[in-house]
């Protein structure tokens, strides 16, 4: 592993990306906080989800800030379980 950017420092390794979890970041952590007025969670959504919500025109239906988020994981299970049961071997 490293968290080195350079291509060439980085050759046959996995990088460590530490830097996306800031206010102007598009990409974070599964349940971290966004940095905003209102602190919204990177919560993991399904497909169905996404196209109902794309359907309706409706993208404030993807959006859950951190109760919202804990009553989610109650009722539906924690969709982001399979990634981190997953074992595989990257190349």
Request: proline share 9%; aromatic share 6%; charged share 25%.
């Amino acid at each position: 592993m490293t968290d080195r950017r350079e291509r060439g420092a980085r050759a046959g390794r996995v990088l460590i990306d530490w830097m996306p979890n800031s206010a102007r970041a598009l990409t974070v952590a599964p349940y971290s906080l966004r940095a905003a007025d209102l602190p919204s969670v990177s919560a993991p959504v399904s497909w169905d989800e996404v196209e109902a919500a794309a359907a309706g025109g409706d993208a404030q239906s993807l959006r859950f800030g951190p109760a919202e988020t804990l009553e989610r994981v109650r009722t539906l299970g924690d969709p982001f379980r399979p990634v981190l049961e997953l074992n595989q071997r990257l190349p």
